[in-house]
Nanobody, 122 residues
Framework: QVQLVDSGGGLAQAGGSLRLSCAAS????????IGWYRHAPEKQRELVAL???????NYADSVRGRFTISRDRAKDMVYLQMNDLKPEDTAVYYC????????????????WGQGAQVTVSS
């Protein structure tokens, strides 16, 4: 099991910045990738950014160049620095960890944080 606690977020004006943090605990050695998804009202949940164990990153096109994901493995922390925020970034942001399960067929199990509200005003 992996436990995730989101923190940060809040209210920002368009063009401003916010930072999200995610503290992981439990079987953190099993995490294959960790990052953030977001869910805005009347929209589907979407991937924002992920960072893999090896350090490779994956960003949604809508945030690339504005958001930066980073990981402090010694502290089991993940951060999402959000710059040049836009009203369309308004959503609940969820930390997500993909825990690798080894067996005849390897598979991943998703774990989720409780979510952090980000609201960007125009």
């Amino acid at each position: 099991q992996v436990q995730l606690v989101d923190s940060g977020g809040g209210l920002a004006q368009a063009g401003g910045s916010l930072r999200l943090s995610c503290a992981a605990s439990g079987d953190t050695f099993s995490i294959n990738a960790i990052g953030w998804y977001r869910h805005a009202p009347e929209k589907q949940r979407e991937l924002v950014a992920l960072i893999a164990t090896g350090g490779s990153t994956n960003y949604a096109d809508s945030v690339r160049g504005r958001f930066t994901i980073s990981r402090d493995r010694a502290k089991d922390m993940v951060y999402l620095q959000m710059n040049d925020l836009k009203p369309e970034d308004t959503a609940v942001y969820y930390c997500n960890a993909k825990s690798l399960r080894l067996g005849e067929r390897d598979y991943e199990v998703d774990f989720w944080g409780q979510g952090a509200q980000v609201t960007v005003s125009s």
